[in-house]
């Protein structure tokens, strides 16, 4: 064979390898035949609603993501997991792309390898492409109306099924906004250039999530004393891996609406979180490898809005756990490795590692 046929022999080949990928991105990407087969493999075991598996444990989804169904998914990180035609938008992308020993990547290392190029760049595409289901609900085919012939006795019935059924009660997001005044652009703007990411929770709510995600180093006691003037309408409070003390539990005190604070890994102590008392509409507090002892337990018996409470390498006993587990009946206290996910923040080069 010459030179010459030996060489588009070869370009012929790499051409007929590179097709499939480059048709990848062209065609029709089909969520439930291309995408959902990658999250079912490597995903929905620890991303599915709240059930009980075979052990009679009752397991609840990974940092409140649910993927096993449509319903689960637009419930999911305020619908923003996927966001059509907007990968750079798409949240589910920042925790799949990350480096293949970070501590937030998804799959989480011990949970399996990173997913392959090729399934990323098909999820991508299928964004890219609009992110649209199609007919999948991932709903059992039993749950799916199916009609039925009409009677008397059965509009009856339907009659009786159409009624509401009682709420728990509105969400804190809805009733916590009520007659907040939301904080003016300008001051949310002063923060461009502090240690805070600050944004609203969504949709023009006045109430605010504030991070320092990547800045950890620069957050310290006062510096959260810049965040007095909007403590009023701050919502969620991302502080992990920060400088901040037991003097910045004073001014977190003053955050009367705050729901969710996470101080893992800081350097908060009983003297300071004794403070937090004052946050009465706390739900979610993440105390992880911090100097917490059932002293500070004692003080957070009064938030009894408080639902899970992460005490994973802290000096806090069974003793306290209990007494703190009855002043607040149905409180989930994790006290052993298992921690949230993290998917929301975003991907950060200056991350430091947890400590071993």
Known sequence: MSQRSLLLFATLGLAALAAPLAGQAKSKILFERHVFPILKRNCIECHQATHTDKNGR???????????????????????????????????????????DDEDRMPPAKAGPPLSKRDVDLITNWIKQGADFGDWTGEPTSNRAKPKKSSSKSRKSSTRAKKPTARKGA??????????????????????????????????????????????EDVTDAAIAQLSAI????????????????????????????????????????????????????????????????????????????????????????????????????????ASMDLPTPMDQAPSNNRRRRKK
């Open 58 to 100: 009752r397991k609840r989804p990974k940092g409140r993501v649910m993927l096993d169904t449509l319903a689960n998914i637009k419930k999911s990180k305020r619908g923003k997991l996927f966001v059509g035609n907007k990968p750079e938008d798409s949240l589910i992308l920042d925790s799949i792309t990350l480096p293949a």
């Open 231 to 334: 403590a009023d309408n701050i919502f969620e409070l991302d502080l992990a891996r920060s400088q901040v003390g037991d003097s910045g539990c004073l001014e977190i005190a003053k955050m009367k609406r705050l729901t969710k604070l996470d101080l893992r890994q800081s350097a908060v102590s009983n003297a300071g979180l004794k403070h937090l008392a004052a946050c009465k509409e706390l739900r979610s507090l993440n105390l992880f490898d911090t100097d917490t002892g059932d002293y500070a337990l004692n003080a957070l018996v009064s938030l009894k809005k408080l639902e899970r409470l992460y005490l994973y390498e802290t000096k806090v006993t069974e003793r306290g756990i209990g007494r703190l587990k009855e002043a607040i009946p149905g409180v989930r206290v994790v």
């Open 171 to 216: 969400h804190p997001r809805v009733t916590l906004s009520k007659g907040l005044k939301p904080v003016p652009a300008a001051t949310i703007a002063s923060f461009a250039n502090s240690p805070f990411q600050v944004k609203s929770v969504g949709d023009g709510n006045p109430l605010l999530s504030v991070t320092c995600c990547g800045k950890t």
